[in-house]
């Protein structure tokens, strides 16, 4: 994908109200979804987190993400959803990874790990179902417990592919996450290998 098409326009107002929810919000994670056309962003609309654990995850609660239909309706989409890392860089985590349900939209993280420095980033994460075989996986690669049953490895662009990552049929471009669930007697319920793509914000 050439590079003008990884643009997401974002007009000054919805980067000012997603940035201030994030700083009223803080230390927990705020969410929130963008209503908007393609790439292009129209409107922060402010969500509520319903996670259980709100410092370092989030759920954008079902009435929000119903507006999508309303957009629909008036020709534009739910283009993106927003969510703050109150103290970490803006880069997706193997939780974000693992909650990325709408491949379709961009994912907007704004990071406060400098409080006077908001960082605004945008990335689309795509789960790709490929038949996993997470023992092999485990024996070969060092993954870790992000949350409670979750844990995940993260493939770098920068580092080359393990070999049996690069047996697996039609692995796609670094990087990426592979994650896998566990439930209490620690068998894997479900596994996904989800990609990073960032898009470049630019605010007008």
């Known amino acids: 994908m050439a590079d003008i098409e990884r643009i997401v326009r974002v007009p000054q107002a919805a980067y000012a109200a997603i940035v201030a929810h994030a700083r009223e919000g803080k230390p927990e994670e705020i969410c929130g979804i963008v209503r908007g056309r393609g790439l292009d962003a129209y409107e922060a609309i402010r969500g509520r987190n319903i996670a259980a654990e709100r410092i370092e ?5 079902p009435q929000t993400l119903l507006r999508q239909f309303e957009f629909e ?3 534009e ?3 993106g959803i927003y969510h ?3 103290v970490s860089v ?19 993280i704004c990071s406060l790990e400098f409080d006077d420095a908001p960082v605004l980033r945008a990335f689309k994460m795509t789960p790709h179902w490929i038949d996993l075989d997470i023992a092999a996986l485990r024996q070969a690669l060092v993954f870790y417990e ?3 049953h979750l844990f995940a490895y993260f493939q770098p662009a920068d580092q080359p592919l393990p070999a049996v990552l690069a047996a697996l049929p039609e692995p796609p471009p670094a990087p990426f996450y592979v994650d896998y669930f566990t439930n209490d ?3 894997v319920e479900e596994a996904r290998l989800v990609s990073v ?5 630019v605010v007008f």
């Open 57 to 61: 995850n989030y759920e954008v609660d």
């Open 73 to 75: 309706e008036a020709g």
């Open 77 to 79: 989409e739910m283009m």
């Open 84 to 86: 703050s890392h109150p």
């Open 90 to 108: 803006a880069y997706p985590s193997a939780t974000d990874a693992w909650n990325a349900h709408y491949p379709e939209s961009i994912y907007f």
């Open 146 to 148: 992000t949350r409670p």
């Open 185 to 187: 007697a620690g068998a």
């Open 197 to 201: 793509v960032e898009y470049r914000v």
